[in-house]
């Protein structure tokens, strides 16, 4: 009798990291997210490098870790489109709405995303819900407007709390806070990213449904699963 060990949630990150080489085009230039799972196709993507022209990227860390590797990195104004953008999500559900942004890097993200006709997610099953709102939603804000946008969370029934690096508030690429956002009920997550758009001092809420993932590569138990949008 044979017996399988599971894969673990490491492994299945490697797994759809490799699965998304074969949405990138080759010549192009490829959008690439941030995060554990992105590292893993960033990891893969050194491998077939010489047949691509490089890479807009989402973070400082993906831009870092991108170059060590050797590849070409170009700003995103350097480009008018992408044919694709592959990232990661702390949670996608049934439509391919996801929230984004346990990295801190989710306003690059959505403009990479935005220059992107398609998005491809990658992630592990654990990822996959139901409903959004499980995960504490980030949402990128001015500083002085922090203590503002919490109030107008708590009058909707959520939780805000600034999030910290090494004790003191972290502070993105871009230069701005983070609130994560717990006990939120995101029933419609276009009209909910809509209107949270609007609240002065919002950089950009952590909801991606007007940049909903096209694709997305589940890590199973079963292997790799394709689900498409
Ligand atoms: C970073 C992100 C990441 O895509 C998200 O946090 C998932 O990360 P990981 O692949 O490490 O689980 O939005 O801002």
Redesign the pocket.
């Known amino acids: 009798m044979t017996t399988t060990t599971p894969l673990t949630q490491d492994e299945l990150?490697t797994l759809v990291g490799q699965a998304a080489l074969q949405y990138v085009v080759p010549g192009e230039i490829v959008g690439v997210?941030?995060?554990?799972?992105?590292?893993k196709f960033i990891d893969a993507l050194a491998g077939t490098k010489d047949q691509i022209k490089g890479a807009v990227s989402?973070?400082v860390a993906s831009t870092e870790r991108l170059k060590a590797l050797g590849i070409a990195v170009f700003d995103a104004n350097e480009v008018s489109s992408l044919s694709v953008y592959i990232?990661?999500?702390?949670e996608i559900d049934g439509q391919g709405h996801?929230?984004?942004?346990?990295?801190?890097?989710?306003t690059r993200?959505k403009i990479v995303a935005a220059l992107a006709e398609r998005f491809v997610c990658?992630?592990?099953e654990s990822?996959l819900v139901k409903a959004l709102g499980q995960f504490p939603l980030?949402v990128e804000v001015i500083p002085m407007a922090a203590n503002h946008i919490a109030r107008r969370f708590a009058a909707m029934g959520g939780q805000a709390s600034l999030r910290l690096k090494d004790g003191q508030p972290l502070v993105t690429d871009n230069g701005q806070h983070i609130l994560d956002v717990k006990d939120l009920s995101i029933t419609d997550p276009l009209a909910f990213e809509s209107e949270i758009n609007q609240w002065p001092g919002v950089v950009t809420v952590?909801v991606f449904a007007h940049q909903k993932a096209s694709v997305c590569l589940l890590g199973t138990a079963q292997g790799v699963k394709t689900i498409t949008y």
């Open positions: 990150k997210g941030t995060g554990s799972t992105v590292n989402s973070s990232d990661g999500a702390d996801m929230v984004k942004g346990g990295g801190a890097a989710l993200e990658i992630a592990d990822k980030p952590g």
